[in-house]
């Protein structure tokens, strides 16, 4: 794996992005004992509006805190896909929601494409965990951070009375990889 | 790897976390604060953890009060913060003078968005520094700190906190939305670990107390009101007792000590990193998050076999002179990236003399400067 990953989690306010990155790098800096930075970039509203969350991962120290180029690109919005794909590595990798991103870029890429919020709806009755399945897929496809770690790392941050069904959801996430992966 | 976390106190903090933390072990016991975007979490954490610990949180109605509250607590002996950005950070200006002429320690955080007036609350943006240095009017000292990393955030706090006790100055501590919003992993120091500093108090018994008389150090020892020592405080400019003077060489002699107590301290109070500066033909000066992305910038101009290093200012007032002099005597260039559109850059080339080149990198779109646009300003000024 590369010395420093870069990874750009977007979409909108609300859809839990920057819970998703803390969780991420709380993954990666705490639980697998690397190097991690998460920062965020939103507007002033409280819902709605462009947000997103940047994880950088290292093993040694990081300078820059921020995305240059993204490794992995999660874009739960078309806004936010057009947006963010220019700014992805040429070898790098997008995850995208399937039915809010229905304008596919025509990237050289690897795309995986799934309908995570509406199976979020389906399967837990709630879209509140379109961002932990997201996780679970990233880290099912990339193996960034360790399952381990990410399983004590969503454990560690959400709500004690939203902890199976969140760890549910990132179970699912994993599953939703190994389709994915099988599918290429 | 769960030993580890015990033994070494490893935790995933954002910037205005680690603020709060660096507070507790300095041994904070009073924050008084309005919130605002980007700096809130400060309060919130203290308002979660200061009455666990004995101490107060007061949300005052606005941040003239809360400026006020803390110079009130301080003077009754507790250790006093508070935190906001820079809307709040101009209404705070009118008791910072008041702390000033008082020698009042206090630590005020502005985490700097973008302005002027409400700006862009959550984007960053260095555009406070000078006010940081002349907001409030009046000829003063003033002491201010500027961190990079939430590490770095942590112990700046101790350190702002320890300047303010030994020095008796309001100090002002400067993050931006990227550091103050940033989560990065901290090591918390175990309390043995750490110096901190308290303010000194009176030796002499109440009725022989002047409370303005300096020691040799130019800081007078400072009783806590309450504590049976009867004096006077005024914004007005005071003799030894505290009281309101038109003599003019006790207005001379005060004046004069306000600014010899810090400036004769400079080599306790500047702190700075070098990188890559012992071979450098070209040096990036750069503080704040800024200066993570001069770090980067510093290594990719080495690939590219460019003699580029970087002075990391911590402390930003008072300014490192005699640093940024040396430097320039070394250099042929020195670059200043910052988000603005040239504040430390005047201070850069005032204290070159001349003997270097010294030329602004501003961005203030609300986005971090990267190392790239750093590298493509510094390939620009060698073809020039």
Known sequence: MKERIEICLSGSGGQGLILAGIILAEAAGIYDGKEAVQSQSYGPEARGGASRSEVVISNNTIDYPKVIKSDILLALTQTACDKYVKNLNKDGILVADSTLVTEVPNISNKIYLFPIAETAQKKFGTKLVTNIISLGIIVGLTEVVSQEAIKKAVCFRVPVKAKEVNEKALLLGFDIAKDLKTKK | ?384
């Open chain 2, 1 to 384: 790897m769960n030993n580890l976390k015990k033994k070494k106190n490893i935790k995933l903090l954002q910037g205005n976390e680690a603020c709060a933390e660096g507070a507790l072990l300095a041994g904070v016991k009073f924050f008084a604060g309005y919130p605002i975007t980007p700096s809130s979490e400060i309060a919130e954490n203290m308002a979660r953890k200061l009455p666990k610990i004995g101490g107060k949180f007061i949300q005052m109605e606005d941040e003239i009060a809360s400026m006020a509250a803390v110079i009130g607590a301080s003077i009754a002996g507790l250790k006093s913060l508070t935190a906001t950005s820079g809307p709040g950070m101009c209404l705070k200006q009118e008791n910072l003078g008041f702390a000033i002429i008082n020698e009042i320690p206090c630590v005020v955080v502005n985490a700097q968005r973008g302005g002027p007036s409400t700006g862009l609350p959550t984007k960053p943006s260095q555009g406070d520094m000078m006010q940081a240095r002349w907001g409030t009017h009046g000829d003063h000292p003033i002491i201010a700190l500027a961190p990079s990393t939430v590490n770095e955030i942590l112990t700046l706090t101790i350190k702002a906190f320890n300047f303010s006790e030994k020095y008796r100055t309001p100090v002002i501590l400067l993050l931006d939305e990227v550091i103050a919003h940033m989560r990065e992993k901290v090591e918390i120091p175990a309390p043995e670990n750490i110096e901190v500093i308290n303010r000194k108090k009176p030796t002499v018994p109440p009725e022989e107390y002047l409370p303005f008389k300096p020691d040799e150090d130019g800081v007078p020892p400072m009783a806590n009101f309450g504590e049976g020592y009867r004096y006077h405080i005024t914004g007005l400019i005071h003799n030894y007792k505290g009281l309101p003077t038109s003599n003019s060489q006790e207005i001379d002699a005060f004046i004069r000590r306000l600014h010899n107590k810090i400036q004769k301290n400079i080599k306790d109070i500047i702190i700075y990193e070098k990188y890559s500066l012992d071979d450098a033909k070209i040096a990036l000066i750069a503080y704040g998050s800024v200066a993570r992305a001069a770090e980067r910038t510093v290594k990719l101009a080495r690939e590219e076999g460019l003699k580029v290093g970087l002075l990391k200012l911590l402390t930003i007032w008072p300014f490192p002179f005699e640093e940024v002099n040396r430097l320039a005597q070394q250099v042929d260039l020195i670059i200043v990236p910052e988000m603005n559109l040239g504040q430390i850059v005047l201070e850069a080339e005032r204290a070159a003399q001349g003997k270097c080149r010294v030329v602004p990198y501003g961005r203030v779109d609300g986005e971090l400067i990267n190392p790239i646009e750093i590298l493509g300003k510094i390939w620009e000024e060698i073809r020039k």
